[in-house]
């Protein structure tokens, strides 16, 4: 999918041949082997993967995911798209992910720590402040950021807050950054919603994942005076066309750790959820999930894409066909989170650090100036939003390995 989305991009304007390749594979990827005590004494090997797409415009930069359907494709691709997304906001970084196969909710905390630690000691000949500097994704979080932290500034024997971003706020995380991503997917939702005279309190929301990009997402939303009517998460969903009341659901997580059973609305599908009319449709959970078997059967006016990838690529045609829906596509809607880990890394760096005020508008400057940017190449070419993103992204990656040269 993201092989196809460079093509088509590459194509619409005209990359010469000789840095097309050059611009879509990645430099390097790693599969390391990770093996961890389990509580009961066992040992058990997980199997992880870093893919650094490219380190020609500065450090790479991308999350890692723990998730028991993690493959090296979707990491690559997930690298390819943070490759774009920090060209398309101008941030100094190339793009990287990671991930391992593993389904967290089956570990207990010791075995996490155990895995977290694990992954970052092998890779610690191949990442730096310098070289690629990770964050957390689906099913990692600010205390593993903690732990990879820890384990890396003992092996260089001080400590190394920018090895990593999304870190807890006592070890260096930014101010903001917990919030930044579902924060920034709101903030360009009320712009759009904005551009199309949709008042927001009369917008009505439906989010799949509530994790830390949906829960965000929705509480920003909320705050904004939109009406959050479904959330879900992999357990299901719960739906109140009333509105549902977003801290009572976080509170729910907090302690149950999952939707399941919390009483704010009467459950619903996850297939379901995506089907549901509204103003704004927010997938924040996998990638994939619209798909040709449901693209014309979602009722939107808006789709901000906060998770990565959640439209393939037939699908996107279908939407492009149907005109009516208006795509926030994943580079631009979710970079909130990579633009805060920026500014984490630069705090890290100069040992000083913003208030959260600071943080949020020096955020949302950046994104008015990426969807300026967006919408102006879109007008231009006649482009799709995504084409038009897309296209802003991998231009500036292939300037710069022109401007570089090939080493002899
Ligand atoms: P998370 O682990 O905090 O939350 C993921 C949520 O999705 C959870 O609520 C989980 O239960 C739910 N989920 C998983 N499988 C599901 C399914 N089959 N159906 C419905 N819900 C399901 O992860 P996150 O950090 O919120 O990331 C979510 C998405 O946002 C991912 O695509 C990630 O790549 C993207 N993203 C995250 C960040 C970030 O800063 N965390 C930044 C940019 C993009």
């Given amino acids: ?22 611009t879509k594979y990645p430099r390097r990827c790693f599969a390391v082997s990770l093996p961890i005590q389990r509580d009961d004494g066992s040992v058990t090997v997980f199997e992880g993967y870093r893919v650094q797409h490219n380190l020609s415009t500065g450090p790479s930069k991308g999350g890692i995911r723990f998730h028991q359907s993690v493959t090296i494709g979707e990491v690559a691709a997930l690298s390819m798209w943070m490759s774009w997304k920090c060209s398309l906001m101008g941030l100094p970084y190339g793009g990287a992910k990671g991930g391992v196969i593993v389904n967290p909710t089956q570990l207990s905390e010791l075995e996490l720590e155990r895995l977290a630690r694990r992954y970052m000691q092998e890779l610690i000949p191949f990442i730096g402040p310098n070289t690629d500097v990770p964050a957390p994704d689906m099913g990692t979080n600010e205390k593993m950021m903690g732990w990879m932290m820890d384990t890396y500034s003992n092996h260089v024997g001080h400590i190394e807050p920018a090895i990593v971003t999304g870190k807890p706020i006592s070890l260096g995380g930014s101010q903001g950054r917990r919030e930044a991503t579902g924060a920034g997917v709101a903030y360009l939702v009320k712009k759009y919603l904005e551009d199309l005279k949709i008042p927001v309190k009369n917008a009505t929301v439906v989010i799949q994942g509530f994790g830390n990009v949906g829960s965000e997402a929705a509480v920003a939303l909320e705050a904004y005076g939109a009406k959050i009517i479904a959330i879900s998460d992999y357990t299901g969903g719960i739906y109140n066309p ?9 509170q729910y997580v907090a302690s149950q750790k999952v939707l399941h059973n919390f009483d704010g609305g009467e459950p619903i599908e996850n297939e379901e959820l995506l089907e549901l009319e509204c103003t704004v449709l927010i997938p924040a959970a ?6 040709p078997d449901n693209v014309r059967k979602i009722k939107c ?9 959640p439209t393939t690529y037939q699908a996107d045609k279908v939407l492009e066909e149907r005109g009516d829906i208006e795509v926030i596509p994943d580079v631009l ?5 990579v633009t805060v880990s920026y500014f984490e890394w ?10 959260k005020v600071e943080v949020m508008s020096k955020l949302f400057k950046i994104l008015d100036k990426a969807k300026d940017s967006v919408e102006a190449q879109k007008r231009k070419f006649g482009f799709s939003r995504r084409l038009a993103a897309q296209t802003l992204g991998i231009q500036r990656v292939a300037n710069a390995k022109q401007s570089r040269g090939l080493f002899p």
């Fill in 1 to 22: 999918m993201a092989c196809r989305q460079f093509d088509q991009a590459a194509d619409a304007i005209n990359l010469p041949e000789n840095l097309r390749d050059r």
């Fill in 242 to 250: 009333k509105g549902i009341n977003i801290r009572k659901a976080q």
């Fill in 286 to 291: 996998l990638e994939r999930v619209i798909t």
């Fill in 301 to 309: 006016r808006i789709l901000a894409e906060a998770a990565n990838g």
């Fill in 333 to 337: 809607c979710n970079a909130g989170g």
């Fill in 346 to 355: 630069l705090q890290n760096r100069q040992n000083y650090y913003w208030d």
